[in-house]
């Protein structure tokens, strides 16, 4: 069965902390992988897309990382603002293309 | 600035009672994706449209909950009847798929919260 989990389900970090979120994953063709930010009473804000295992993506303080099997959200020096939970989710080829989201990390950073 | 935008914001009702959520795509964007998030269940995909044709809507419960696209701008989610385990928060999505079958950015709505009594 296709599945997404992530871990830690929530971490708590001192501002300027590094580390990282994991996504791993069980598909039998993946399309792509979708890493989103979400804050409190907000929809899912778009991150990245990661397509193929080797793949890596950088936006400030984030950095995405894919294997075949998992996929790394690194947070590098965080900061408050940072603070929110982190959905990963992929498109599963043999699954009409569906899309299957995690349930989250809950990170939150201390001043 | 574009946008994806849903309404309600909230809705309360009491169990038995019909519920439309309404929910404009981005202009341009050709795919539309209904999701329901719950705390226990996370984000679930509910139904989606690609170029106002359904796709999938095998993440719904076939005997209360329809989703429709009856023009562009317009996707609604009905719920007949309704019932208190429908409560959760729908979110609407839109985004453009170019490469066929590849999906990159989805634009999430700021969704419903739908408490039903």
């Known amino acids: 069965e296709d599945q997404v989990t992530q871990s830690p389900e929530a971490l708590r970090l001192q501002e300027g902390e590094s580390s990282s979120l994991n996504c791993s994953y069980t598909?039998?063709?993946?399309?792509?992988l979708f890493w989103y930010r979400q804050d409190p009473g907000k929809g899912p804000e778009f991150l990245f897309t990661?397509?193929?295992a080797g793949e890596e993506k950088e936006k400030e303080r984030l950095k995405a990382t894919l294997t075949k099997k998992e996929s790394f959200l690194h947070i590098t020096a965080p900061k408050p603002e940072d603070s929110a939970t982190y959905l990963c989710a992929v498109q599963a080829r043999n699954r009409d293309d569906k899309i299957i989201f995690g349930k989250g990390t809950r990170l939150h950073i201390l001043p | 600035d574009a946008r994806v935008t849903q309404t309600p914001r909230h809705k309360v009702t009491e169990m038995g009672q019909e519920v439309t959520m309404r929910c404009q795509p981005i202009l341009g964007h050709n795919t539309v994706f209904w999701y329901r998030q719950t705390m226990m269940q996370g984000l679930e995909l509910l139904a989606y449209?690609?170029?106002?044709?359904?796709?999938?809507d095998s993440g719904m419960p076939k005997d209360r909950f329809s989703a429709e696209m009856p023009d562009a701008t317009l996707a609604t989610l009905k719920i007949q009847p309704s019932e208190p385990r429908d409560s959760a928060v729908y979110f609407c999505?839109?985004?453009?798929?170019?490469?066929?079958?590849?999906?990159?950015?989805?634009?999430f709505g700021p969704g419903t919260r739908l408490t039903v009594l």
């Open positions: 598909v039998s063709g993946l399309r792509g």
């Open positions: 999505a839109s985004g453009l798929v170019i490469v066929q079958k590849y999906y990159n950015e989805q634009f």
């Open positions: 449209f690609r170029n106002r044709a359904p796709l999938d």
């Open positions: 990661l397509y193929s």
